[in-house]
């Protein structure tokens, strides 16, 4: 074959095409003609025209572009045949498009964490929620169903605390005043809770 | 701003986060929405940008009486119920024609949004064309032409709001047989600066064909497969700037660390340069033995007869030993 039968792959442009390959884009900034754009007889072939040789600048910018070969392992299917694969490693994309949404911000500090950081105080090693009942021999949960906060609860004799001593309060069961505060410190963690909530919003 | 509630099961929950801002963002999708006066022509344009947006997209079917350039608020519902950030709104009167409103959304609030109307002499379908058609998710190529694209606000706003429209999802990697259909958008001289008509917009698609060239990169040809719109430029409405500056952020926590102390040399080496630190030759770890231990240590002591050390006592300070 003679190389009379191939046609150029080079473009001529009297200003050089600018490119963002990140996008697979390239801009044009040669000015076009308005009187074949308002001639509706010559528009159509006249933009094929200037878009094919942009596309062919496009072309052989995205070709020299480093390539990546990757095989795929196909063993497993019926083929047993393996698939290469050709990919272009694209540069970032330069052209500057807004986001969707707003870069997330990062939580707020909860009141205590900043006290801790504060004061240096590092958070203890997590030691799991199990531990180990000596009476009984048994693993059983910290806090929650039959934990082991729950101990007083169910026992036929409990000492009256010396703090609930000759206040309103001695005359009340242990187990429910014990019960109580219990209640009042989840009341309270919750509340603490909703309060960060609102001042890291 | 639609209520939110806190998620009961893992499958809401899994919804809800992700529809979260996140630092490497989903790809944008569009919502069409026929307004009032939408017509056949609208549709059928509708459906035919829609099929190049696939499968990111989402349509309705039922009009909407809306007017974007007024009260945009309804938009931003639709943007924030469906999680989209682009869209298309239709509309056809006497004084705007064919009109095609494209809006984008940031934060589900608008951000720009610029009018297009069809011009219908030259307007050609997906339909009309031969059935030459491109697959569904490639990543198409873009070719601005025109200086206009470079310098007007106006076409700044086109090309800006056409690349985020199709570009797809974001690669690093492009697999070569995946270069298959360009998005044109053409543009004249802009005649007289002072006027306010802007040049027409071509907008027109095409497939990629290749030759054999003798040479490293192919021979390309290009065959129109529409679809083909003529736009005219109507209203605008640009982003505020500090909108503006929010939305083209770049997250700190995504841009490349530098990497210290390493380069690479003049035969492509790489060298690594590491600190080891003071060497302390008092800390040296020599040879054991039994008479080096700290304990038979000579040090003056004030009186002899203390010479044992109880298990109770403080350790001492570690001596230097020799």
Redesign the interface.
């Known amino acids: 074959m003679s190389d009379k039968e191939y046609k150029p792959v080079t473009v001529d442009k009297p200003i050089p095409n600018s490119f963002d390959l990140g996008n697979l884009a390239t801009f044009d900034p040669n000015p076009l003609d308005n009187s074949k754009l308002k001639d509706s007889a010559q528009r159509n072939n006249y933009l094929t025209e200037v878009t094919r040789d942009n596309v062919q600048l496009l072309i052989n910018q995205i070709l020299s572009l480093p390539v990546k070969t990757t095989t795929d392992n196909h063993e497993s299917s019926s083929t047993g045949q393996n698939s290469t694969m050709t990919l272009i490693q694209l540069p970032d994309p330069l052209a500057p498009l807004p986001r969707e949404k707003a870069i997330p911000k990062a939580r707020a500090m909860t009141k205590w964490e900043k006290f801790a950081a504060k004061k240096g105080i590092k958070s203890k090693a997590k030691d799991g929620k199990m531990v180990y009942d000596e009476e009984t021999g048994e693993w059983v949960p910290k806090w929650g169903y039959k934990g082991k906060n729950k101990d007083l609860d169910n026992q036929w004799l409990v000492e009256v605390e010396d703090k609930v001593k000759n206040t309103e309060n001695e005359l009340i069961d242990p187990r429910t005043l014990h019960r109580q505060e219990r209640k009042r410190l989840v009341k309270k963690n919750e509340l603490q809770h909703k309060r960060n909530l609102k001042n890291g919003a | 701003m639609i209520r939110t509630v806190k998620p009961k099961n893992a499958r809401s929950k899994r919804a809800l986060a992700k529809k979260?801002?996140?630092?490497v963002?989903?790809t944008?999708s569009a919502l069409f929405v026929p307004g009032s006066t939408s017509n056949k022509l609208l549709h059928d344009a509708m459906c035919d940008l829609m099929a190049l947006k696939k499968p990111h997209c989402k349509k309705f079917s039922k009009k909407n009486e809306i007017r974007p350039f007024e009260e945009a608020a309804e938009l931003e519902f639709f943007s924030e119920k469906n999680d989209t950030?682009l869209m298309v709104f239709s509309s056809n009167n006497k004084k705007r024609p064919n009109n095609l409103t494209f809006a984008?959304?940031?934060?589900?609030k608008v951000?720009d949004m610029v009018e297009l109307s069809i011009q219908a002499?030259?307007c050609k379908l997906l339909q009309d064309f031969k059935k030459l058609t491109f697959t569904i998710g490639l990543?198409?190529?873009?070719?601005?032409?025109?200086?206009a694209?470079?310098h007007h606000p106006a076409f700044q706003h086109i090309?800006?709001l056409f690349?985020?429209f199709y570009?797809g999802d974001?690669?690093?990697?492009?697999?070569?047989a995946g270069?298959q259909h360009?998005i044109?958008l053409?543009?004249?001289?802009i005649?007289d600066p002072n006027s306010t008509t802007l040049?027409?917009l071509?907008f027109?698609v095409?497939k990629?064909k290749?030759?054999?060239?003798?040479?490293?990169?192919?021979?390309?040809?290009?065959d129109?497969i529409g679809p083909?719109f003529d736009f005219k430029i109507g209203r605008r409405i640009s982003?505020a700037p500090e909108v503006?500056k929010?939305?083209?952020?770049k997250?700190k926590e995504l841009e490349a660390r530098v990497k210290k102390n390493v380069n690479t040399d003049f035969m492509g080496d790489k060298i690594g340069r590491i600190h080891v630190g003071n060497q302390d030759l008092g800390k040296l770890q020599t040879r054991k033995m039994k008479g080096l231990k700290a304990k038979y240590d000579q040090v003056e002591v004030d009186n002899d007869d203390e010479e044992f050390v109880s298990a109770d006592e403080e350790p001492q300070p570690k001596r230097q030993k020799n």
């Open positions: 979260e801002a996140k630092l963002e989903n944008k950030s984008r959304f940031f934060n589900h951000y002499d030259d990543k198409p190529m873009f070719v601005f032409n025109g200086p694209f470079d090309k800006s690349m985020d570009r974001e690669t690093d990697l492009q697999d070569v270069l360009i044109a053409s543009t004249g001289e005649e040049p027409m071509h027109r095409y990629l290749t030759y054999r060239s003798n040479q490293k990169v192919p021979r390309v040809e290009i129109e083909r982003p503006e929010d939305a083209l952020s997250p």
